[in-house]
């Protein structure tokens, strides 16, 4: 049994355990006992009303869910009597009955508030959802008479009113106004993933969570699937958060609670692993309840198995399965071991050059539609280690060229700064010839064959690094295709016993996730060809610094600062 004393709050190093037991992937939260039992006794009693039979939620509803309304509405601090779930964030595949139960679950809350005239919110990315919500929870109120006595509904605002208090649960389709006036004591957020897709979502989100900082301060409950499309926006960030938490590496007090239904990363990586059917059961709470065993299936061999494209909607959807990391078992061997060698204090390229004694630098070249990368090596002085650290560039007719990963090119240019907007090629070519001249001013490239490169489309780029007293023989090409092998094979090994780490970039975690491989021959060959739309440009750029780093350069000399009586810092 795990000591968990020591854990941080709402840590749950056993949740694959937990999950192949069928308990509730959560960590263990403290109780107010008498609020818990008063919030699921009223939830037991609401009644499916779409169920031949009406069955109530203490038959209907399983303990999965049962143990996440008791965290989220009965938490409490046994020494300061405070509450201490103020988020919660679930990720249940499909057909686990989300909906339903949270439509009970706002009831439950609103009976539950005491507080005169507040403002409760169920937010729906699209008015299907919205829609089918109220109407869940307007049918539970409805075959229940002795309901109809404690809520108003008003089925044209979508809107159901605690008699008693005034306080009233509105149901509502995403919008940029969608909170207006006094902010919310309590918000469910159906289907967080598709949140994910709008650009505003952000700042809705922010002036939900300003109630946080009240006296009242207000309560967020997050449950969704996993995207159909790879994490990106505000999905990306709360479930990167939620993970943290869960892992122990959210900080000391988070208000988060996370209950995610996934399989460990190496388990989404092993495709023959998810494909079994036997371990479905891990992530289906619901199975035999909302959902049919065989009717899964069936669904899945006549309809999942179509295309390879199907296969990975269909189990990031019902089994959540993170698009980019565990679909197709194509993608490249490295993926399996990068985020796990992640070096928190290599937070650039200065710090790169400082640790190292050598670098290499790789080029991958792109067009008007395409992106550019550059990526750096370092040999670390003391430990051999590889050390990595990336840049990527795109012109504005990127953004309308690629529409599908247009949002994702944003985030990392606004938010993250590992892809810079140039506005020419002229522009792009400078920008990376700068960084390429940095190095060289370092003294850590060696004389011959310290920048390597794609050398289809690089005439901008030659006339840069010759700008920049960049040229041959330091400026070499990397022969492409089959002829990367040693680098598409090697860089995983050296990643599996953390022989290279990196600083964390999201667009390389993105490039590498978009990556696929395919056997050739005797071959292993990565190719943009082969990954499709989705970019990778910058892992390319990284194989071509491998390439060059496998030859176990040494590095020219002095740096420009040394021989100016300057250091670097």
């Known amino acids: 049994m795990l000591d968990t004393e020591d854990l941080p709050r709402f840590a749950c190093p056993d949740w694959w355990e937990k999950l192949q037991a069928g308990d509730t992937p959560m960590a263990d939260v403290p109780l107010n006992r008498q609020r818990a039992a008063k919030a699921l006794a009223f939830f037991n009693r609401l009644r499916l009303p779409d169920v031949p039979?009406?069955?109530?939620?203490?038959?209907?509803?399983?303990?999965?869910?049962?143990?996440?309304?008791?965290?989220?509405?009965?938490?409490?601090?046994?020494?300061?009597q405070r509450r201490l779930v103020w988020e919660l964030l679930c990720m249940v595949p499909?057909?686990?009955?989300?909906?339903?139960?949270?439509?009970?679950?706002?009831?439950?809350?609103?009976?539950?508030?005491?507080?005169?005239?507040?403002?409760?919110?169920?937010?729906?990315?699209?008015?299907?959802?919205?829609?089918?919500?109220?109407?869940?929870?307007?049918?539970?109120?409805?075959?229940?008479?002795?309901?109809?006595?404690?809520?108003?509904?008003?089925?044209?605002l979508k809107c159901i009113t605690r008699i008693k208090t005034g306080t009233k649960l509105n149901v509502k389709t995403f919008d940029t106004s969608i909170v207006t006036g006094e902010i919310p004591i309590l918000t469910i957020i159906d289907e967080l993933h598709e949140l994910?897709?709008?650009?505003?979502?952000?700042?809705?989100?922010?002036?939900?969570?300003?109630?946080?900082?009240?006296?009242?301060?207000?309560?967020?409950?997050?449950?969704t699937t996993q995207s159909d499309q790879r994490p990106a926006g505000i999905w990306e960030a709360e479930l990167k958060k939620a993970r943290a938490v869960r892992d122990g590496k959210g900080g000391?007090?988070?208000?988060?609670?996370?209950?995610?239904?996934e399989f460990p990363r190496?388990?989404?990586?092993?495709?023959?692993?998810?494909?079994?059917?036997?371990?479905?059961?891990?992530?289906?709470?619901?199975?035999?309840?909302?959902?049919?065993?065989?009717?899964?299936?069936?669904?899945?061999?006549?309809n999942g198995k179509v295309?390879?494209?199907?296969?990975?909607?269909?189990?990031?959807?019902?089994?959540?399965?993170?698009?980019?990391?565990?679909?197709?078992?194509?993608?490249?061997?490295?993926?399996?071991?990068?985020?796990?060698?992640?070096?928190?204090?290599?937070?650039?390229?200065?710090?790169?050059?400082?640790?190292?004694?050598?670098?290499?630098?790789?080029?991958?070249?792109?067009?008007?539609?395409?992106?550019?990368?550059?990526?750096?090596?370092?040999?670390?002085?003391?430990?051999?280690?590889?050390?990595?650290?990336?840049?990527?560039?795109?012109?504005?007719?990127?953004?309308?060229?690629r529409k599908s990963i247009a949002g994702q090119l944003r985030k990392f240019a606004d938010e993250d700064g590992d892809l810079i907007v140039a506005s020419s090629g002229e522009d792009q070519a400078a920008s990376a010839a700068a960084i390429c001249?940095?190095?060289?001013?370092?003294?850590?490239?060696p004389e011959t064959a310290g920048i390597g490169l794609d050398s289809a489309g690089v005439?901008?780029?030659?006339?840069?690094?010759?700008?920049?007293?960049?040229?041959?023989?330091?400026?070499?090409?990397?022969?492409?295709?089959?002829?990367?092998?040693?680098?598409?094979?090697?860089?995983?090994?050296?990643?599996?016993?953390?022989?290279?780490?990196?600083?964390?970039?999201?667009?390389?975690?993105?490039?590498?996730?978009?990556?696929?491989?395919?056997?050739?021959?005797?071959n292993y060959v990565v190719t943009k060809e082969v990954s499709g739309a989705a970019k990778i440009d910058p892992l390319m750029a990284l194989f071509n610094a491998a390439m060059l780093m496998f030859q176990n350069p040494e590095a020219n000399g002095p740096s420009v600062y040394e021989t100016r009586g300057l250091r670097m810092v």
């Open 459 to 522: 005439a901008l780029l030659l006339d840069a690094l010759a700008d920049a007293e960049l040229e041959y023989p330091m400026v070499q090409a990397v022969m492409q295709g089959w002829k990367l092998q040693t680098a598409i094979s090697s860089v995983p090994l050296k990643l599996e016993d953390r022989r290279f780490v990196h600083g964390d970039q999201p667009i390389m975690a993105w490039c590498v996730g978009n990556a696929r491989q395919t056997l050739k021959g005797s």
């Open 196 to 223: 994910g897709k709008n650009a505003n979502a952000v700042r809705v989100m922010q002036q939900i969570r300003g109630g946080g900082i009240t006296k009242q301060r207000g309560q967020v409950l997050m449950i």
């Open 307 to 401: 295309s390879k494209e199907a296969e990975q909607v269909w189990a990031s959807q019902h089994l959540n399965i993170e698009i980019g990391v565990g679909l197709g078992g194509d993608g490249w061997s490295g993926a399996l071991h990068w985020a796990s060698c992640i070096d928190d204090s290599l937070t650039g390229l200065d710090d790169l050059l400082a640790r190292s004694e050598v670098c290499t630098i790789g080029i991958d070249w792109g067009g008007a539609d395409d992106l550019a990368g550059l990526y750096v090596i370092g040999r670390e002085a003391k430990t051999k280690r590889w050390l990595g650290w990336g840049r990527a560039w795109a012109r504005e007719s990127v953004f309308d060229r």
């Open 53 to 80: 039979g009406n069955p109530p939620l203490s038959e209907a509803c399983g303990d999965w869910f049962k143990d996440i309304l008791c965290a989220f509405l009965g938490s409490e601090d046994p020494e300061t």
């Open 252 to 261: 000391a007090a988070p208000i988060m609670l996370p209950v995610l239904y």
């Open 94 to 156: 499909k057909k686990n009955s989300k909906t339903t139960y949270v439509a009970a679950l706002g009831l439950t809350a609103l009976y539950m508030e005491e507080a005169p005239n507040r403002q409760m919110l169920i937010v729906a990315p699209s008015q299907n959802i919205s829609l089918r919500c109220f109407e869940q929870a307007q049918g539970m109120i409805r075959i229940d008479p002795r309901l109809k006595d404690v809520f108003d509904v008003q089925d044209h």
């Open 437 to 445: 001249r940095k190095v060289a001013d370092s003294g850590k490239l």
């Open 266 to 302: 190496e388990k989404q990586l092993d495709h023959e692993y998810w494909r079994d059917q036997k371990n479905w059961l891990h992530l289906l709470p619901n199975l035999g309840r909302s959902i049919d065993p065989q009717a899964l299936v069936d669904d899945y061999e006549n």
